[in-house]
Structure formats: C-alpha cells, structure tokens
C-alpha cells in the first residue's frame, strides 16, 4: 500500500509504499485488547496494603464485659465492624504481572499500526529537521501537519536539538521505532513518522516471526525435528 510523505510545512511531497504485513495487516481487536490488558497490568506496582485486625495497634484489652451490658459481644476494639477497626479481604501486596507472548505483542501493534494507516490517524513526513530548535518551531509544524494534541512523534533521525524542543509540548511524546508498542498507538489519537522510523519499523517488525533455535540443540520454533520423530513413528 501507499502513503502519503508531507513536509513540516503540511505540504504533499509524494508518496511511500510501505510493507502490507506491516501497515496493511487485518485488525484484530481482541489480540489488541488482551495485549493492552497484559500491558498495562505489568505497569501495576502491587504495593497497595490494608491492615488486619492483627495488624492494626490496640485492640488487646476486651472492650466491655461479655455479658449483662445489653449490647452487642466484643472481644476488640480492632474488629472490622468497629470505626478504625482492621479490614476484612482488603487488598494486599502481589504481583500483577502478566508473561505475554512476543508474537502476540508483535501482532498487536502491527494490527494498530495498520489501523491508525487505514483511519488517516498515521502521518507520514519526510524528516524532522527543523529551521530553528525551538519549541514554537515544533507547535507550529504540529499545526501545519493539522494532527490532534495528542500525538505520538517517531522520529528517527532527529538530532536531540530538534527532540529537546518538542519535548515541553504538552501531550506529544516521543519514542524511537523499535521500542513502539500497541498501547503507545491507542494513548495517543495521531502518529506522526519520519519516512526513516516507517522504514525501521517495517524492518524490525515485517517479516515472518520466528523464534531462535534452542541452545541445546533441540527442535526450533518451527518444529522441525520433532515433526521428523512424529514421521519416524507414524511409518
């Protein structure tokens, strides 16, 4: 497929044509929804903590007799049911990680990518070379390009002058090609590429993916060998 190339200035200065496996490729929004969920799960400190009755101060002495008061039973003033007391099933310290495969993780952003390239939300432009270093330089090539604020800027090949002016815009981020990742494509409403990220991207994640082989000499990714042994046994 085809994509336009613009200048800083929202000018078309001619096409590309990109890899369909990676700007083209059909999309699936369950993979991307199971993958931002393992993502954004992993992001998760797990260190929120509530006290038990154990572990709240006080509460040794039994608060009133057991009987001929006319109230309730109460063997502590840290029951759950008392103000300041513990809290029952309250959320303790855990891990929330999330081990998701890397052809999984692949498969959801080349499903985003090819969705933000199919909407128009993905913008194509030949370099991000500045006349000036200056942030009202990058606000106004933004507004040239007429994307949203909130943009994802993948823009390699730029000199850290020209990242260092855009990085006090307000709700553009930025990130080189090959660390890009599908809950980067969604938490921002436009992508904006440098024709040099596009060919990166295509380039790290085109292709078929294949594992490496196992240092230990067994069967690959492919199953090679144990398709052999299966043959083996079958004649």
Do not use: C
Request: aromatic fraction near 2%; avoid cysteine; proline fraction near 4%.
């Amino acid at each position: 497929m085809e994509l336009e190339v613009k200048n800083l200035a929202g000018e078309v200065t001619g096409t590309i044509t990109v890899r369909d496996d990676v700007f083209g490729a059909k999309v699936n929004p369950a993979l991307i929804h199971q993958v931002m969920v393992g993502q954004l799960a992993n992001r998760r400190q797990g260190t929120v903590k509530t006290k038990t009755r154990a572990e709240v101060a006080g509460g040794g002495a039994k608060p009133r007799p057991q009987k001929h008061t006319g109230r309730a039973r109460a063997g502590s003033i840290r029951s759950p049911i008392w103000r300041g007391g513990g809290v029952t099933f309250g959320p303790r310290p855990r891990s929330y990680r999330h081990n998701t495969p890397r052809q999984m993780r692949r498969g959801a952003l080349l499903s985003t990518l090819s969705g933000k390239a199919q909407d128009g939300t993905l913008v194509v432009i030949e370099d991000f070379n500045l006349s000036e270093e200056k942030t009202k330089v990058v606000s106004q090539a933004l507004s040239n390009l007429g994307v949203s604020p909130s943009v994802l800027l993948v823009a390699d090949g730029a000199s850290q002058e020209a990242l260092r002016a855009a990085r006090n815009i307000e709700r553009l981020n930025m990130k080189p090609s090959r660390t890009i990742s599908a809950i980067d494509m969604l938490s921002n409403r436009t992508v904006v590429m440098t024709v040099e990220a596009v060919r990166n991207a295509e380039a790290t994640f085109g292709g078929r993916f294949e594992r490496k082989p196992s240092a230990n000499g067994g069967a690959d990714a492919n199953g090679v060998e144990a398709e052999a042994e299966m043959a083996g046994v079958e004649e």
